[in-house]
């Protein structure tokens, strides 16, 4: 069975991705490897490196619509070597798992794109349409000079991607149960609350700031921001630091200064979150500071276009009938969907992301690639 399954291109070629240590933002060449498979099916290939992170952009054809793969050979730190049960950037096959730092996020799914290509243009030659790659080095790691900075070249250079599928894992217990229609946005605040500091056994003397805040923040917990939709799960604001005091168990601290993050719904508009949580630290007359950070914006694609090719070809491929999500962090999606009408993101089961042993089923690897494959025969055909 194992020999039989080593010779699927599409596991050769991830398996040839996961040997190259690609740890973000180093490409480490995996790129190279993808232009000299995409080059000769017709596809121009654009390299653009900013800052130490390497970005493809490939397309093949000229017209529309335009359907693009998206994704990122970059990966993870593979933290202790020592507790892999092989090396983590040697792909390794055991027990009808493909091991390595890469396997599931997102290397076999950059093979099975690419090898779903050469099968769909083999087929369909002259295809309507055109097909586009854009794949980064920076998507694992601070995001500022992959994806969105393609985004922008494409935008100034007029290419206006119609449909766009991200490679992401996103099954959770077998191959196509899930796939992400949106993303939650990701709003952050850090907020440092003055008081006045001072001896316990004076507190007239002082002003204690945890005291102020706690009414406003329990507020803050308490409030119902939005109703969540049809596709989304209501906005949720969460405490993730809080620190305040010196340290000695008699003093009032001057300060306390905490981090909390909105993950927001399209049902919410980053600056009305905003203007909310003002008013209500305003109404607790608070002496305070608020920076905000604004990661991504949300994204939705409703069902019809995109939606139905990908799910027509799981259910085609696999027998079954996908669930659409907008559950779980940020990604790439929430850049291309400024220049992109439809994304969705399709790929491999994402229980071992990011964590000793990261692996794929082999039995899921092939189906992938023909998830893909059909979909573009769905789309452009």
Request: overall charge negative.
């Amino acid at each position: 069975m194992t020999a039989v399954l080593q010779q699927s291109p599409t596991l050769a070629l991830a398996m040839d991705l996961i040997a190259l240590p690609s740890v973000t933002p180093d490409d480490h060449g995996c790129q190279q490897r993808l232009i000299a498979l995409l080059a000769p099916l017709g596809f121009i290939c654009d390299t653009i490196v900013a800052n130490g992170v390497t970005n493809l952009w490939a397309r093949r054809g000229t017209q529309s619509p335009l359907f693009v793969f998206a994704g990122h050979t970059d990966v993870v730190p593979s933290g202790p070597a020592a507790q892999w049960g092989s090396a983590p950037f040697v792909p390794t096959l055991r027990d009808g798992k493909l091991y390595g730092r890469g396997a599931a996020d997102m290397k076999t799914s950059l093979a099975a794109m690419v090898v779903a290509c050469q099968e769909f243009v083999a087929n369909h030659a002259d295809h309507r349409g055109s097909i586009g790659f854009l794949i980064t080095s920076d998507e694992e790691g601070a995001a500022q000079d992959g994806t969105a900075l393609v985004c922008q070249h494409l935008e100034q250079r007029g290419e206006h991607p119609d449909y766009c599928l991200v490679g992401e894992p996103t099954a959770h217990a077998t191959l196509g149960d899930t796939i992400k229609n949106g993303r939650r946005g990701s709003l952050g605040g850090h907020l440092t609350i003055n008081g006045v500091q001072g001896h316990v056994a004076y507190p007239q003397l002082a002003r204690n700031p945890i005291h102020q805040a706690a009414p406003a923040l329990a507020e803050l917990v308490a409030e119902r921001w939005d109703q969540g939709n049809a596709y989304y799960l209501p906005t949720s604001w969460q405490i993730s630091n809080i620190n305040g005091g010196t340290g000695a168990n008699n003093v009032i601290p001057g300060a306390v200064v905490l981090d909390f993050n909105f993950r927001f719904s399209t049902a919410s508009a980053p600056d009305e979150l905003r203007q909310r949580v003002h008013a209500i630290l305003d109404r607790h007359g608070l002496d305070y500071t608020l920076d905000w950070t604004l990661s991504g914006l949300p994204f939705l694609t409703a069902r019809g276009g995109l939606v139905d090719a990908v799910a027509a070809a799981i259910e085609a491929e696999l027998g079954l009938r996908t669930e659409l999500s907008t559950s779980g962090g940020t990604s790439d999606g929430r850049f291309i969907a400024r220049i992109c009408p439809q994304v969705i993101e399709c790929g491999p089961p994402n229980a071992s992301i990011h964590k000793i042993d990261e692996h794929i089923e082999v039995r899921f690897i092939d189906p992938l690639k023909n998830i893909y494959r059909r979909t573009l025969e769905n789309l452009l055909a």
